[in-house]
Nanobody, 112 residues
Framework: QVQLMESGGGSVQSGGSLRLSCTGS????????MRWYRQLPGKEREWIAS????????NVTPAVMGRFTISRDNTKRILYLDMKNLKLDDTAVYSC?????WGKGTLVIVSP
């Protein structure tokens, strides 16, 4: 069955960096567009970034533009989210998505 498993979350100080990973299995990873979402405490889940199947076209929400980069390694079946200059407001559970499938998420906590 389709599985998406995020990793790489943790605690980091404001201004720091993290790399999130999402490993996919059970579907044609190479042919699937992928997305990252996040859910801030007490808020609705929001879209962060998207990447096409071949990785050539990406989009990110303005709130993270210039700080977050989405990429993928189709050989390894891994989706990445590189985050730099993290802010307190980036504290959230980050999840990856393809089609109608979701991972369980990984928690990122940014502290002062």
């Amino acid at each position: 069955q389709v599985q998406l498993m995020e990793s790489g979350g943790g605690s980091v100080q404001s201004g720091g960096s993290l790399r999130l990973s999402c490993t996919g299995s059970g579907f044609d990873f190479r042919s699937s567009g992928m997305r990252w979402y996040r859910q801030l405490p007490g808020k609705e889940r929001e879209w962060i970034a998207s990447i096409m199947d071949n990785g050539e076209i990406t989009n990110v929400t303005p709130a993270v533009m210039g700080r977050f980069t989405i990429s993928r390694d189709n050989t390894k079946r891994i989706l990445y989210l590189d985050m730099k200059n993290l802010k307190l407001d980036d504290t959230a559970v980050y999840s990856c998505n393809t089609q109608t499938y979701w991972g369980k998420g990984t928690l990122v906590i940014v502290s002062p």
